[in-house]
């Protein structure tokens, strides 16, 4: 873990970051310079203008990916395990498509993050 102290329109913030894989570089907020800590990268989503994005409905870890990516998935089958709170919890496809992942398994996403893209 390393820790900065960050500065925003005057008042300082402790931060810590975690340290979990390939360095990102340098990140520039208002003229300010801050050097992130390395960070493991998500794969990213294919660029599917038009389908239905699968969000989180809550914080939490992707404990597993359960489906391969660009797999043609069903309506309500499972393609995430979200754990949160020492629960799992599967979430499924809200259509039926081809799937396109935003996370990887590992990662720590918010409510409202999203997750996959079904097209």
Do not use: H, W
Request: proline content about 4%; overall charge negative.
């Amino acid at each position: 873990m390393r820790n900065f102290i960050i500065t925003v329109d005057g008042k300082s913030y402790s931060v810590g970051v975690e340290e979990v894989g390939e360095t990102v570089g340098e990140v520039k907020i208002s003229n300010t310079s801050v050097v992130s800590s390395e960070v493991k990268a998500a794969p990213k989503a294919n660029a599917m203008t038009n389908g239905e994005k699968v969000l989180s409905p809550f914080p939490g870890l992707i404990k597993n990916i359960l489906v391969s990516e660009g797999a043609v998935v069903k309506k309500d089958q499972p393609i995430i395990v979200l754990e949160a709170m020492k629960m799992d919890n599967e979430i499924t496809a809200p259509c039926d498509g081809k799937v396109s992942f935003s996370v990887a398994k590992g990662a720590n996403v918010e409510t409202n993050a999203v997750l996959a893209v079904i097209g």
